[in-house]
C-alpha cells in the first residue's frame, strides 16, 4: 500500500516562497508528480519527476517554470516542491500523486496514489 502525505503549505505574499513536502511510503512507481487545484477550477499538473530505468528528468507547467524547483530525496522517499516569486494565481489546494509512467504526466487519471493535499495561499 502506498501512502503519500503532503505538508509545507500556508499563507504567504506576493513574491514569497514555500517548500512543500510529499513524504512517500511503498512502491510509488516511476514517477511523481505535483498537482494544483483552485477554487472552481480544474486539478492541473504543476510539475513532474522521473526516476526510472526508462527515462529521468523533471517538466513544468509554463505558468511555473523559472519559479518552481521539483526535487527528490531518495533515501527518505520524499519529493518537495521548492516555490519561488509566489504569485497570487499560484493560490490553491497542492497534491502530490504518484504513478507509473504511463501517459501524459499532466493527466490526473494516470496517477494512483494521491495525498491528502496542502493549502497554499498567496495573497497581493
Known amino acids: 500500500q502506498v501512502h503519500l502525505v503532503e505538508s509545507?503549505?500556508?499563507?504567504?505574499q506576493?513574491?514569497?516562497?514555500?517548500?512543500?513536502?510529499?513524504?512517500?511510503?511503498?512502491?510509488?512507481?516511476?514517477?511523481?508528480?505535483w498537482f494544483r487545484q483552485g477554487s472552481g477550477k480544474e486539478r492541473e499538473g504543476v510539475a513532474v519527476i522521473y526516476n526510472s530505468e526508462y527515462y529521468s528528468g523533471t517538466y513544468y507547467?509554463?505558468?511555473v517554470e523559472g519559479r518552481f524547483t521539483i526535487s527528490r530525496d531518495s533515501r527518505k522517499?520524499?519529493?518537495y516542491l521548492q516555490m519561488n516569486s509566489l504569485k497570487p494565481e499560484d493560490t490553491g489546494m497542492y497534491y502530490c500523486a504518484a504513478g507509473v509512467e504511463i501517459g501524459s504526466w499532466k493527466d490526473v487519471q494516470k496517477y494512483k496514489y494521491?495525498?491528502?493535499?496542502t493549502q497554499v495561499t498567496v495573497s497581493s
Open 61 to 63: 507547467d509554463s505558468s
Open 77 to 79: 522517499n520524499t519529493v
Open 114 to 117: 494521491w495525498g491528502q493535499g
Open 8 to 12: 509545507g503549505g500556508g499563507s504567504v
Open 14 to 33: 506576493t513574491g514569497g516562497s514555500l517548500r512543500l513536502s510529499c513524504a512517500a511510503s511503498g512502491d510509488t512507481g516511476g514517477r511523481m508528480a
